[in-house]
């Protein structure tokens, strides 16, 4: 699979797969560089399970963390990579992916 930048340059997406729950610190930079709704902040619980995020339930979340929202809108620009100081992600180049 081939793809070219706007200058015809070659050009291969790196889609984000995964994030790992264990490496992320929820620090929100990954979501604020994307807008494209890929990924969604929230909570784990006391219970390790994931929460959405309310007000009134701030008291039982442990930890705050990003998760997929969207994968599918993911154009493989790599900015959320970029800025991950956690380097929690897990990107796969688009020819890997397709075959």
């Given at each position: 699979?081939?793809?070219?930048a706007?200058d015809?340059?070659?050009?291969?997406?790196?889609?984000?797969?995964?994030?790992?729950?264990?490496?992320?610190?929820?620090?929100?930079?990954?979501?604020?560089?994307?807008?494209?709704?890929?990924?969604?902040?929230?909570?784990?619980?006391?219970?390790?399970?994931?929460?959405?995020?309310?007000?009134?339930?701030?008291?039982?979340?442990?930890?705050?963390?990003?998760?997929?929202?969207?994968?599918?809108?993911?154009?493989?620009?790599?900015?959320?990579?970029?800025?991950?100081?956690?380097?929690?992600?897990?990107?796969?180049?688009?020819?890997?992916?397709?075959?």
């Open positions: 699979m081939s793809f070219t706007r015809g340059r070659d050009w291969t997406p790196d889609y984000l797969m995964s994030i790992d729950a264990k490496k992320c610190i929820g620090c929100g930079r990954c979501f604020k560089v994307c807008g494209r709704g890929v990924m969604a902040l929230k909570g784990i619980s006391e219970d390790g399970e994931l929460v959405d995020l309310d007000d009134d339930e701030d008291d039982e979340i442990e930890k705050k963390i990003m998760v997929l929202n969207d994968q599918g809108a993911c154009i493989g620009c790599g900015a959320c990579a970029r800025v991950c100081p956690a380097n929690c992600q897990v990107h796969v180049s688009a020819p890997a992916e397709a075959a």
